[in-house]
Antibody, heavy 119, light 110 residues
Framework: EVQLVQSGAEVKKSGESLKISCKGS????????IGWVRQMPGKGLEWMGV????????RYSPSFQGQVTISADKSISTAYLQWSSLKASDTAMYYC????????????WGQGTTVIVSS | QSALTQPASVSGSPGQSITISCTGT?????????VSWYQQHPGKAPKLIIY???DRPSGVPDRFSGSKSGNTASLTISGLQAVDEADYFC??????????FGGGTKLTVL
């Protein structure tokens, strides 16, 4: 079964760092794009960025460039999303998703990771 | 890049058909055959229901169909069922090398 399993919910304070993960299984992890999507409470979906684990080609949406870092370790089929200094406005659900080339039709989604940041 | 434009809400009665539009520009919807649609029920992860404008993943009922004309893509759901009540998001690949979402449409089945 093809699946993406994300790390568990996080409760952090403003200014702290955080790295969440997304582990793929059941397919060749290095051969598909992984995208990260933010969904703030009661709001829509926003693409944060995408990474191709095969060559680490990484692209960030302008709103998130410089705010987060996306990475992947293809040896353990895991992608990451990290913050160096969280803000209360980072409180949201974060999803990872798998897509073809070019990155768009994302056919497999992780279960989501809730991040709560208190000020 | 700017979000694609979708109506905030649509509604229909069981058995009817509804269409949700998704308007972009020549830099996204109009420039590529890479428009996708996602269904999201409350508290759940999004689910891909249409990719490459009009293709359906395995397991998605043929009541769901997609099309595109110029800079506007559309999702049509025929034979509306109560289970279709959800949020729907379009997404398109763009000239930036990234996809972009629409703002989302809440479908209410009356």
């Amino acid at each position: 079964e093809v699946q993406l399993v994300q790390s568990g919910a996080e409760v952090k304070k403003s200014g702290e760092s955080l790295k969440i993960s997304c582990k793929g299984s059941g397919y060749r992890f290095s051969k598909s794009w992984i995208g990260w999507v933010r969904q703030m409470p009661g709001k829509g979906l926003e693409w944060m960025g995408v990474i191709y684990p095969g060559d680490s080609d990484t692209r960030y949406s302008p709103s998130f460039q410089g705010q987060v870092t996306i990475s992947a370790d293809k040896s353990i089929s895991t992608a990451y999303l990290q913050w160096s200094s969280l803000k209360a406005s980072d409180t949201a659900m974060y999803y990872c998703a798998r897509g073809g080339d070019p990155p768009n039709g994302m056919d497999v989604w992780g279960q989501g990771t809730t991040v709560i940041v208190s000020s | 890049q700017s979000a694609l434009t979708q109506p905030a809400s649509v509604s229909g009665s069981p058995g009817q058909s509804i269409t949700i539009s998704c308007t972009g520009t020549s830099s996204d919807v109009g420039g590529y055959e890479y428009v996708s649609w996602y269904q999201q029920h409350p508290g759940k992860a999004p689910k891909l229901i249409i990719y490459e404008v009009s293709d359906r993943p395995s397991g998605v009922p043929d009541r769901f169909s997609g099309s595109k004309s110029g800079n506007t893509a559309s999702l049509t759901i025929s034979g509306l069922q109560a289970v279709d009540e959800a949020d729907y998001f379009c997404s398109s690949y763009t000239t930036t090398g990234l996809p972009v979402f629409g703002g989302g449409t809440k479908l209410t089945v009356l």
